[in-house]
């Protein structure tokens, strides 16, 4: 690597890896405060709360390292072109490819790094994280049992124990589960009590009802019981380790080759499809964000709206093409189409800019439109009864702009 290329490669690490640290903790910290109500109110330490944004991050750092990687290109390379150091290597003779290849080799160390991270890291975190508010869920119920007031186990999960009485019995149990699409259940008792059964916690009502709402047709069904065994494992707080994983919190193995009998995989065999498409498809995001950097602010700009234009349509491309994906991720488990857009566009534009350095193809925006932003932005508008000094300034942007 020449020293020019060390030069560029330092300083677009630098700002990369920055700009991934910031970010990665913004979104840190509004993914913990989500959760953050769960632990507190379950008396977890401070270490629980670290271990899960240690979790977290994997997560994080796969969706914003394409962003950061473009944040930290674009930066060095608007700063080398304002200190006209982009022009000094175009005028000794050197080509684009020179700026590019430190910023392509960043860019496919940040891909191999998220092919890893996607395929084996945030797989791994995800069921950790799980387990971890499994066990908080846990502990809140206890919760409940103790402090005889409503609390969310989890999402669509409500629990009330009005009393604890002697022999470990309860008093006064209402449970409110609203997380099946099909329909929602309630069940009372006016008693209860835990016990085990072949490594299995099962809550034990007596002298209840079961109200069972259809969210289709709004039917509701009671079935009054004498006893009725609930088991935990339905429960996010002790669900057991196995069937109760998502799509998202399998190895990759098993998605690879699920089993057919799996409880998961019976309910909802679309998003597995759909976390196999992400996790193969991430990974060429940093090296297109970075082919978009180079093709479109890799040569020198004499015209600083010029430049301008050209970071907006790099940026706007690049949001476009992720959003897209997804889009295209979300659709992939139920539509053949999107599954192969999934991979398609990525490596289509990954292809196309690639030729477009290679043949040296330049962007220019419209003269018009940089025109018009000169105009704009000047902090010297010619008064608008004065069309022939407009006229002038128009005619000097566009040679400027044409430069």
Partial sequence: MKQIERYIFRRVFTLSIGTLVTTTVIALTT????????????????????????????????????FALMIGASQTLGTMNSDSELAVIEASGGSRLLTARPILLLALLMALATLVTSVVVEPWSNRKIRDLLNSASADLFS?????????????????????????????GIFLSDRRDDVSDVIYYAKYGAFVEDEGKDILIMSDGELHRKSNEDGKISIIR???????????????????????????????LSPDPNDGSYKYKPGQFREELNKRFSEWMYPLLFGLITVYFLGKAHTNRNEQVWSVVTAASIAFATRGFSFYAVDQSGSSEVFAILVFAVPLASIVLFSLLILTNWSFRPPKRLVEQTARLGSDRDPPADAPGTWNTGLSGSARGGAQ
């Fill in 225 to 255: 019981f004498a006893t009725y065994a609930l088991d935990l494992s339905l429960i996010g707080g002790r669900a057991s380790k196995g069937n109760s994983y998502y799509a998202k919190e399998r190895t990759t193995r098993f998605l």
């Fill in 143 to 171: 919760v409940a049992v103790q402090s005889g007031t409503f609390h969310e186990i989890e999402e669509g999960l409500h629990v009330q124990v009005g009393e604890k009485l002697p022999g470990g019995k309860l008093g």
């Fill in 31 to 66: 993914q913990v405060l989500i959760r953050v109500n769960l632990l507190s109110s379950t008396g977890q330490s401070l270490l629980t709360f670290l271990e899960l944004a240690g979790l977290l991050i994997p997560a994080m750092v796969v969706i914003v390292m394409p």
